[in-house]
């Protein structure tokens, strides 16, 4: 079955540092990879989206990065605020209408 | 837009109630809404996926009979936990889909559910 890794570990990083998380898969690739932001006791919240076939995808202060060879995405935050601070969530759609989420990484942005 | 919302965010129930938990997509139809469980510092465990005017398809594992999932119209899903139990403790998140290829999903803010 599919298996997805997320550093579960939390991340903490200086404000104005790129935060860089990492979303490891097993198994074949997905037609899709997202990126959830979620708050305790929130449910998540949708942030970027990557084809199989795209490299990279920016929006803001957001990168993700896609490599079917590797099995990995990278998820990166630039110039990081302490608003930051929140667990990440990576999940793969594997086309039939259902996202497989990893556990998530918590990262803390310290002033 | 893409805005759903979830009642309750917090309900204590005894042992052998039943709990309701409903989810309102606000602003779209949602083609299919989805029902997770997540225990602390763990990936959302998908429950069920529902279909408006069709019976919900649930995970391996996840009984049907305890976990009632009606999706009533394009905007409205519940999910009733029967005879709740202590170990049904945990928070509950549904999410909906508002169609296309991109299968984004657009969550509630979830229910903590503590049966005593």
């Known amino acids: 079955s599919q298996k997805i890794e997320q550093n579960s570990e939390a991340l903490n990083i200086q404000e104005g540092k790129t935060a860089t998380l990492t979303c490891n898969y097993t198994?074949?690739?997905?037609?899709?990879l997202q990126w959830y932001r979620q708050d305790p006791g929130r449910g998540p919240v949708f942030l970027l989206l990557i084809r199989e076939n795209e490299k990279e995808k920016r929006k803001e202060r957001l990168k993700v990065t896609f490599d079917t060879t590797l099995k990995q995405s990278l998820f990166h935050i630039t110039a990081s605020q302490p608003a930051d601070s929140a667990t990440y969530l990576c999940?793969?759609?594997?086309?039939?209408?259902?996202?497989?989420f990893g556990a998530g990484t918590r990262l803390a942005v310290h002033p | 837009g893409a805005v759903v919302s979830q009642h309750p965010s917090w309900v204590i129930c005894k042992s052998g109630t039943s709990v309701k938990i409903e989810c309102r997509s606000l602003?779209?139809?949602?083609?299919?809404m989805f029902w997770y469980r997540q225990f602390p510092k763990q990936s959302l465990m998908l429950m069920a996926t529902s279909n408006e005017g069709s019976k919900a398809t649930y995970e391996q594992g996840v009984e049907k009979d305890k976990f009632l999932i009606n999706h009533a119209s394009l905007t409205l899903s519940t999910l009733t936990v029967t005879s709740a139990h202590p170990e049904d403790s945990s928070f509950y998140i549904c999410?909906?889909?508002?169609?296309?290829?991109?299968?984004?999903?657009?969550f509630g803010a979830g229910t903590r559910l503590s049966v005593l």
């Open positions: 602003d779209f139809q949602a083609t299919t």
């Open positions: 999410s909906a889909d508002r169609g296309g290829s991109k299968n984004i999903q657009y």
């Open positions: 999940a793969l759609d594997m086309r039939y209408n259902k996202l497989i």
């Open positions: 198994n074949y690739s997905p037609a899709y």
